[in-house]
């Protein structure tokens, strides 16, 4: 596989639900990011992470959990989500840069439905 | 700080008409310039970068050139196809992360 590969790519939980996202990359990157798009809105910025460790909380709420175990991988652990979190929520990964020229490579997204 | 603002969509053209997006910027130092494309259903991928003033970046059709003295970053194509309906987002490179506008739907008609 190449790339970055996000899983499951649709996804309906209630609101008493807990499930997790996950996004695997294969471009030997050493950062990765959770975005948030949801409709008629701009893309949300959630959280950064450089080399496994938490770089960035874009003041996002607690039912939202990330996870990063590794370069590679990235988690975003859900629970007692509200209907307005519904969205399309994608991972993208790149190298970890100090000038200002970061160019990320993204997932293809998970639909997430909370009913 | 740093800011992207992109024209608003949705911008809806007949194929084979010129395409314009106009997008700007606000920005310390000298970032890298982005747009992206996302197609129905699809996530986000690459279109076209430049990485410096005056640098062209190109990519199936589109251009856009780095402009630093008027802070733009403009896409343009020459002859659009029904295949280019998507929506395009300008992004700046900053410090580990990509700072986006909020993307412009194009729909293109037959």
Known sequence: ETGVTQTPRHLVMGMTNK???????????????????????????MFVYNFK??????????????????SSHLFLHLHTLQPEDSALY????????????????FGQGTRLTVV | GNSVTQMEG????????????????????YPSLF??????????????????????GSNKGFEATYRKETTSFHLEKG????????VYFCALGGYNKLIFGAGTRLAVHP
């Open chain 1, 19 to 45: 499930k997790s996202l996950k996004c695997e990359q294969h471009l030997g990157h050493n950062a990765m990011y959770w975005y948030k798009q949801s409709a008629k809105k701009p893309l949300e910025l």
């Open chain 1, 53 to 70: 460790e938490q770089t960035e909380n874009n003041s996002v709420p607690s039912r939202f959990s990330p996870e990063c175990p590794n």
């Open chain 1, 90 to 105: 994608l991972c993208a990964s790149s190298q970890s840069r100090t000038e200002m020229n970061t160019e990320a490579f």
């Open chain 2, 10 to 29: 949705p911008v809806t053209l007949s194929e084979e008409a010129f395409l314009t997006i106009n997008c700007t910027y606000t920005a310390t130092g």
């Open chain 2, 35 to 56: 747009w992206y494309v996302q197609y129905p259903g699809e996530g986000l991928q690459l279109l076209l970068k430049a990485t410096k003033a005056d640098d062209k």
């Open chain 2, 79 to 86: 002859s659009v196809q029904v295949s280019d309906s998507a």
